[in-house]
């Protein structure tokens, strides 16, 4: 196991990706910590892990707010010991589906906002947590469209390449510390709801249903396919595990492809 006796925090634990990343911290046997506003999904969420013989907890917390982290860290960590590992899945209120000239300023800004908001607050936080406890590793998500454009995605792209060059100094600010920072690099798996809304945005924008531009997005992979949650999820624990010591301040591509560096 990977992740055996570590404990692993993961905000946005209520999401489809906080979810997925979770369920596999749990199978490579780490303590999961699931954080969200919401507790009803994470409960679910957490029914599944004990569901394979893991562990879980649920516990609340708002990520764009300061204070409520820091009591949320010092009472799991009082109580369990200290983080080792965090993944940052919160959602970042994107919209898409038309191009920004058309949704507006607030609506572009929403997700670099949002991205920037509770990256900065988790990421500094726990890093100083990790800092004074040994060590750890801080994982994020982002998404292809941070490299590379593309039209009807509003600021969401804009939002991954902000939050990636955020990493990038957190990583090098803090890896004299012991902290790692590393993140995943998706395409977007369309078996996320969030990501499948999205792509039904993108599809009538241009006049598409759903399984064509599925089709027409994986046929232009060099794996031939959209990579799935799950791998995405896997990446995250690799990246998260000691096998991935020499990584800091960079990423995993798991793009299959779709973006190659």
């Known amino acids: 196991m990977l992740l055996k006796d570590k404990t692993a925090l993961v905000y946005g634990g209520s999401g489809a990706v906080g979810g997925a990343v979770a369920r596999a911290y749990a199978r490579e046997g780490a303590h999961v910590v699931l954080a969200a506003r919401n507790r009803a999904p994470m409960e679910a969420v957490a029914e599944q892990i004990a569901a394979s013989g893991d562990r879980a907890e649920v516990t609340t917390v708002d990520a764009r707010d300061p204070q409520s982290i820091r009591e949320h860290l010092n009472e799991v960590a009082g109580r369990v010991g200290p983080i080792k590992v965090m993944f940052n899945g919160t959602f970042w209120d994107d919209v898409q589906g038309s191009h920004m000239a058309e ?17 900065f607050h988790t990421g500094t936080i726990m890093a100083q947590h990790m800092a004074a406890n040994g060590g750890g590793v801080i994982v994020g998500i982002t998404a292809n469209v941070g490299r590379v454009t593309m039209a009807n995605v509003g600021g969401f792209g804009i939002a991954c390449a902000a939050v990636e060059n955020f990493l990038r100094q957190l990583g090098q600010e803090e890896g004299p510390k012991g902290v790692r920072v590393c993140w995943v690099r998706s395409p977007g798996s369309p078996d996320a709801p969030g990501v499948r809304d999205a792509w039904m945005q993108h599809a009538k924008a241009i006049g598409k249903t759903f399984d064509e531009l599925s089709e027409e997005w994986g046929s232009g992979v ?23 010591a020499g990584m800091t301040a960079t990423f995993a591509n798991a793009t299959g492809g779709a973006l190659i560096d």
């Open 222 to 244: 060099p794996l031939g396919r959209v990579t799935a949650l799950a791998q995405v999820a896997d990446a995250a624990v690799l990246l998260s595990s000691d096998l991935a």
């Open 103 to 119: 949704m507006g300023f607030d609506a572009m800004m929403a997700p670099i906002l949002g991205g920037l908001t509770t990256w």
